[in-house]
């Protein structure tokens, strides 16, 4: 009988804190072929040379390019706008999360998060662009 695998998708992950990397590489590995970067210089450098994740997770505060600035150039980009961003950060203001909303992020989630949550919400996402994990 043959088994039946479920897609793996492509995931740029924006986090400085090498702790949080790990704790998100172990959760998502699974599902997800992960690029992690630890600013968001490098990974909009990795997006500019072509690659297109299915989906990016970034923190706010990175250096070198913070995840708003980030989330900014991909929004303003007509070649990268339509790639879903996820906001994973520690500041659990409204304002914040309002501006990253309005800025075009798909969803905002406070650290410390939930795995399950977190894998939960990264499904809704990618349901809205026709796929399943």
């Known amino acids: ?3 039946k695998t479920s897609p793996v998708y492509n995931i740029i ?3 400085d804190d090498r702790y949080m990397r790990s704790i998100l590489n172990h959760y998502l590995e699974s599902k997800f072929k992960i690029n992690a970067f630890d600013n968001g210089m490098d990974a909009l450098k990795y997006l500019q040379e072509g690659n297109i994740p299915d989906i990016i997770i970034t923190d706010l505060n990175t250096p ?3 995840g ?3 989330l900014e ?3 303003a980009s007509g070649f990268f706008k339509s790639i879903p961003v996820m906001i994973l950060s520690g500041e659990d203001s409204t304002e914040k999360r309002i501006k990253c909303l309005n800025a075009g992020a798909d969803d905002y989630v406070v650290k410390p998060f939930n795995p399950a949550e977190l894998f939960a919400r990264l499904n809704v996402i990618l349901r809205r662009f026709g796929k399943t994990v």
């Open 1 to 3: 009988m043959e088994q």
């Open 13 to 15: 992950i924006v986090e």
């Open 64 to 66: 070198k390019l913070s």
């Open 68 to 70: 708003l600035e980030l």
């Open 73 to 75: 150039q991909i929004k």
